[in-house]
């Protein structure tokens, strides 16, 4: 087996050793510069890496990504491709070998976006970045994705073969991504993931009415049938619509109701309006979500001391003080430095121990700097 690992390139100085020395194991390293002025060029041919400097204009990621495939060598059986913000981690060839059966086109390994290098905790979700060299090509001048073009698809799963991934914030070349997708949708108006991609975007920018157009037609859409990401897309529609806010989060929960994050969203919203019964069941229920969904849709956000804070808030003012003191102890254990939840929990603990008289509300605070982890 002949192994390939490919990407495209612009001003990447920064991550060149990495990139390449990730893949050292492989038979080619090819990437296609698209113009650098920095010394990517030069730091890829001394880590021994095949360069071409391609141009393409009017830019669009799937032409250049065509092309860089076009120059992989003949002989080459699997191709990896790979952005020069991502790298392999080490012992990835035999396990790739293994997962390689005959007939094989694809392969859906691991993909691990970090924080930091050495990030506990990754965001983590299958990615088809893994195929043969021939009969695929990308599609989509940005948010490309790799289309099989053969006549029947087989794929595998590996999750043993993981492309980490550390972003590079930096780059400029995201500024190009609205107007990109701006003109995937107009070539695919029926591409539900692009349409909800550009939702997103659009709301990121501020342009709410748009966003709101995109991501109610992505929700339309026949093709649009991903349960996490059409209850992704009613949470931004919360956000947007704060009068409808509690509707769409009620459609999310219907939605993929295993997400924590719509939990939470859930439980923020009570908290909010002093519905402590229906502040108890949406802690209740999200708490008991104890398993990510390892998709790129993951808030880490959510998995910290919120749940637990709110639930112990809820229970303290239902006079369950057992269960306020029980959530109360993991929240702090979630936030240890958290004063406020010291505080909290030996209101809960007092009440507690003195047979559950209430005391007063003003011990236990519950105001916006509360809400908001303050």
């Given at each position: 087996?002949?192994?390939?690992?490919y990407?495209?390139?612009?001003?990447?100085?920064?991550?060149?050793?990495?990139?390449?020395?990730s893949?050292?194991?492989?038979?080619?390293?090819?990437?296609?510069?698209?113009?650098?002025?920095?010394?990517?060029?030069?730091?890829?041919?001394?880590?021994?890496?095949?360069?071409?400097?391609?141009?393409?204009?009017?830019?669009?990621?799937?032409?250049?990504?065509?092309?860089?495939?076009?120059?992989?060598?003949?002989?080459?059986?699997?191709?990896?491709?790979?952005?020069?913000?991502?790298f392999?981690?080490?012992?990835?060839?035999?396990?790739?070998?293994?997962?390689?059966?005959?007939?094989?086109?694809?392969?859906?390994c691991?993909?691990?976006?970090?924080?930091?290098?050495?990030?506990?905790?990754?965001?983590?979700?299958?990615?088809?970045?893994?195929?043969?060299?021939?009969?695929?090509?990308?599609?989509?001048?940005?948010?490309?994705?790799?289309?099989?073009?053969?006549?029947?698809?087989?794929?595998?799963?590996?999750?043993?073969?993981?492309?980490?991934?550390?972003?590079?914030?930096t780059?400029?070349?995201?500024?190009?991504?609205?107007?990109?997708?701006?003109?995937?949708?107009?070539?695919?108006?029926?591409?539900?993931?692009?349409?909800?991609?550009?939702?997103?975007?659009?709301?990121?920018?501020?342009?709410?009415?748009?966003?709101?157009?995109?991501?109610?037609?992505?929700?339309?859409?026949?093709?649009?049938?991903?349960?996490?990401?059409?209850?992704?897309?009613?949470?931004?529609?919360?956000?947007?619509?704060?009068?409808?806010?509690?509707?769409?989060?009620?459609?999310?929960?219907?939605?993929?109701?295993?997400?924590?994050?719509i939990?939470?969203d859930?439980?923020?919203e009570?908290?909010?309006?002093?519905d402590?019964?229906?502040?108890?069941?949406?802690?209740?229920?999200?708490?008991?979500?104890?398993?990510?969904?390892?998709?790129?849709?993951?808030?880490?956000s959510?998995?910290?001391?919120?749940l637990?804070?709110l639930?112990?808030v809820?229970?303290w003012h239902?006079?369950a003080?057992?269960?306020?003191?029980?959530?109360?102890?993991?929240?702090?254990e979630?936030?240890?430095?958290?004063?406020?939840?010291?505080?909290?929990?030996?209101?809960?603990?007092?009440?507690?121990?003195?047979?559950?008289?209430?005391?007063?509300?003003?011990?236990v605070?519950?105001?916006?700097?509360?809400?908001?982890?303050?």
């Open positions: 087996m002949k192994i390939a690992v990407t495209i390139a612009l001003n990447e100085a920064a991550h060149v050793e990495r990139w390449a020395m893949g050292v194991d492989a038979d080619y390293r090819i990437v296609a510069d698209t113009g650098s002025t920095d010394d990517t060029v030069q730091r890829l041919e001394s880590a021994g890496v095949t360069v071409h400097r391609i141009a393409i204009r009017p830019w669009r990621f799937d032409d250049a990504r065509n092309a860089v495939l076009a120059l992989i060598p003949a002989d080459a059986d699997v191709c990896i491709t790979m952005d020069m913000d991502e392999l981690e080490p012992g990835w060839r035999p396990k790739l070998e293994a997962a390689w059966t005959p007939g094989t086109t694809a392969i859906w691991r993909s691990s976006r970090r924080s930091r290098l050495d990030d506990p905790a990754p965001r983590t979700w299958p990615a088809k970045k893994i195929h043969a060299r021939w009969g695929y090509r990308c599609k989509r001048a940005v948010h490309e994705t790799l289309c099989f073009t053969g006549e029947q698809e087989v794929t595998q799963a590996c999750d043993d073969v993981v492309i980490a991934e550390l972003q590079d914030h780059k400029t070349t995201r500024k190009q991504y609205l107007p990109l997708m701006e003109q995937v949708h107009k070539e695919d108006p029926h591409d539900p993931q692009i349409c909800f991609w550009l939702g997103r975007d659009l709301m990121w920018a501020n342009q709410e009415e748009r966003a709101v157009q995109l991501l109610e037609r992505y929700l339309a859409l026949p093709t649009s049938t991903w349960g996490e990401e059409r209850s992704e897309a009613m949470r931004y529609l919360a956000g947007m619509q704060p009068e409808q806010r509690l509707s769409w989060l009620d459609k999310a929960r219907m939605e993929a109701p295993h997400r924590r994050e939990w939470l859930l439980a923020e009570f908290h909010g309006k002093a402590w019964l229906n502040l108890f069941w949406a802690c209740a229920n999200g708490v008991e979500k104890t398993h990510r969904t390892n998709s790129y849709l993951d808030d880490p959510c998995w910290g001391f919120r637990f804070d639930g112990a809820a229970s239902l006079n003080i057992d269960r306020a003191v029980e959530w109360g102890q993991r929240a702090l979630l936030d240890p430095a958290n004063q406020r939840l010291k505080n909290n929990l030996e209101v809960f603990v007092r009440l507690q121990e003195e047979g559950r008289t209430r005391v007063s509300k003003a011990q605070p519950t105001d916006a700097a509360a809400r908001h982890g303050g």
